[in-house]
């Protein structure tokens, strides 16, 4: 298998390049649809295709949420201005990031293949950040493809903008974390070693407990801290990993139930699922199949876990409010709107207005959160260096005072 680019005209006598794999330039010029005419094809050398378990397993070629985004308004625009999906995705292929010509590839062959959009989308599940066949196989079927993909990608950027809110809003207090651990280190790896001898000569071996104990905290570090860092590394690799696979439902539950940061990660979760609920029911979805492809976007474990089971519920004749209950993941007042809304009819509606609230509940708890913590961790790094300088000290005003 080989990438190969090439320059061709279309139907009407406009430039284009794409980027496809191919076994040889007779297959890649087979695989190329809409070109009238073929300018150059180059080789760019044998493709480096990772196996496809090693693929899907380590989620290499993954599309950011952005990305995806940038794909679906693409073949939005290009559909309402009549190019075929297969022209749409071939200009796609040759314009993207790697990852979206990756994607733009494999659906492409795909569909050259015979399968529609929605069934491409499906086969290459793997590769993207949420779950959209479904949505895509039953706007087709209505033909609204055009609207919903660009209702869908607008979608993901909503979810996107408050996922950057969140990630701006908690760069200073990680950068203040970083700066007074560093501080602190050197505090311990530097100043102290280099005072030791002197305190300890001032002490005659009389040092206060104080004194004695952050001398040999310093002295403890200076000596391994190089073990130290790698096993602090080694605890920040494995944390990430464990969160990042599927058994990490302790650890997603306790983030649901973290002190003063649990009740913002639910939130921002289901605001997302809320928004993205309405938007399946407005494009046609029937409740139950809103919630089962809604609860895919929901990064959470527990959490999705959670909204399976409520699916599962409604499945067995529940309504979706009591399914929401008895699965622990709604709050009293959000089962009380949805059940007005399934009651009215009107469930699409109140799922909006559910989830411009909590967005709205969850940016005042996080700008909250950080009134909070940037005065906290200053007092810290204050009393972390007091406490150092009055070791330090606490030896020669005994000294003093004894004279």
């Not at 204050?382 to 005994?398: D, K, S």
């Amino acid at each position: 298998m080989y990438k190969y680019k090439i320059r061709y005209k279309d139907d009407h006598d406009l430039p284009y390049t794409t980027k496809l794999y191919a076994n040889s330039p007779e297959d890649a010029t087979l695989k190329l649809t809409g070109a009238k005419e073929i300018i150059k094809i180059t080789n760019l050398g044998k493709a480096m295709e990772a196996p496809l378990f090693i693929e899907k397993m380590f989620h290499i070629n993954r599309l950011k949420p952005r990305e995806l985004a940038d794909i679906l308004r693409h073949l939005s625009y290009t559909k309402s201005a009549g190019l075929s999906l297969i022209d749409s995705l071939m200009i796609m292929s040759s314009t993207g990031t790697i990852r979206q010509v990756t994607l733009c590839n494999k659906l492409l062959t795909s569909m050259q293949a015979g399968q529609s959009l929605a069934e491409a989308f499906e086969e290459h599940e793997y590769l993207l950040p949420l779950k959209i066949s479904p949505i895509i196989k039953a706007s087709s079927d209505s033909g609204t493809l055009e609207t919903v993909l660009m209702s869908l990608a607008e979608q993901l950027e909503k979810n996107i903008t408050m996922s950057n809110k969140i990630k701006t809003a908690m760069i200073y207090p990680v950068i203040v974390l970083i700066v007074a651990f560093a501080v602190t280190w050197f505090l311990f790896t530097t100043i102290i070693p280099q005072i030791a001898d002197v305190i300890t000569t001032i002490g005659d071996g009389q040092l206060p407990i104080m004194t004695s104990i952050i001398l040999g905290i310093g002295s403890f570090l200076n000596t391994n801290w190089l073990i130290i860092l790698l096993a602090i590394l080694a605890i920040i690799c494995i944390t990430v990993f464990i969160v990042k696979r599927k058994a990490a439902i302790a650890q997603s539950r306790f983030a649901l139930h973290a002190p003063l940061t649990g009740r913002i990660v639910r939130d921002s979760e289901m605001v997302k699922f809320y928004s993205h609920f309405a938007f399946l029911l407005q494009a046609g979805f029937t409740a139950s199949a809103a919630l089962d492809t809604a609860a895919q976007i929901v990064s959470n474990k527990y959490l999705r876990n959670c909204l399976d089971m409520a699916y599962k519920r409604v499945l067995q004749g529940y309504s979706i409010s009591e399914a929401l209950t008895m699965s622990n993941v709604t709050t009293t007042l959000e089962s009380q709107i949805i059940s007005i809304g399934e009651t009215s009819g009107r469930l699409a509606d109140v799922s909006v207005s559910i989830s411009e609230q909590l967005a709205n509940e969850s940016d005042r708890r996080l700008q909250n959160l950080l009134r909070i913590m940037e005065p906290t961790i200053m007092l810290v790094i204050g009393a972390i260096v007091g406490v150092i300088m009055i070791a330090i000290y606490q030896p020669l005003f005994e000294m003093m005072t004894a004279i």
